[in-house]
């Protein structure tokens, strides 16, 4: 089994990783947004480019809170920002091994998964795009799944080793 602390160094590496990609996101769409003529670095090629991703609708909010809050609701910031402080919850959360926060962490990991299958889903099929920097945190929020999966069945192992009946009991 792995050790937890080794778990937590991942988690937190992918955490940072994941957050500069996540702040690489933002200030593309930022810097879009402010100059029409913007060339980012993440543009390679015709058919790999993050520029459609970052001008689409679903770059704020997912594209769903606009709906739901408007256009210019508080809440329908940047994707880029919502993974900013996912990955900042992720890093801040690998510090500790309580099985609550560790719960809490399990099931925002496997929020971001949900979303991260819904905008490869738009990537694909709406946007029709590749992004480089939206396959890189798909990926990172795949690993930190397992991750904090492993985790989590770590201290669950070791909650079963230590709550066992002694013989007689």
């Given at each position: 089994?792995?050790?937890?602390?080794?778990?937590?160094?991942?988690?937190?590496?992918?955490?940072?990783?994941?957050?500069?990609?996540?702040?690489?996101?933002?200030?593309v769409e930022i810097s879009l947004e402010n100059d029409p003529d913007f060339e980012p670095l993440c543009d390679l090629r015709e058919y790999v480019k993050c520029s459609p991703a970052f001008i689409s609708p679903y770059a704020k909010g997912f594209g769903i809170v606009r709906y739901i809050f408007g256009e210019d609701s508080a809440?329908?910031?940047?994707?880029?920002?919502?993974g900013m402080l996912f990955y900042t919850l992720s890093f801040t959360l690998s510090?500790?091994?309580?099985?609550?926060?560790?719960?809490?962490?399990?099931?925002l990991a496997i929020a971001s998964?949900?979303?991260?299958?819904?905008?490869?889903?738009?990537?694909?099929?709406?946007?029709?795009?590749?992004?480089?920097?939206?396959?890189?945190?798909?990926?990172?929020?795949?690993?930190?799944?397992?991750?904090?999966s492993s985790k989590r069945r770590e201290l669950l192992s070791l909650s079963v080793h230590l709550h066992k009946p002694c013989k007689g009991d």
């Open positions: 089994m792995v050790q937890l602390g080794t778990v937590n160094r991942i988690i937190k590496a992918y955490a940072l990783v994941g957050f500069c990609v996540a702040a690489y996101a933002l200030y809440f329908n910031v940047p994707n880029g920002l919502t510090c500790s091994n309580s099985d609550k926060l560790v719960n809490i962490h399990y099931y998964n949900v979303s991260t299958f819904y905008l490869a889903f738009v990537l694909v099929f709406v946007v029709q795009e590749l992004c480089l920097v939206c396959l890189t945190t798909y990926f990172i929020n795949a690993i930190s799944l397992l991750c904090v």
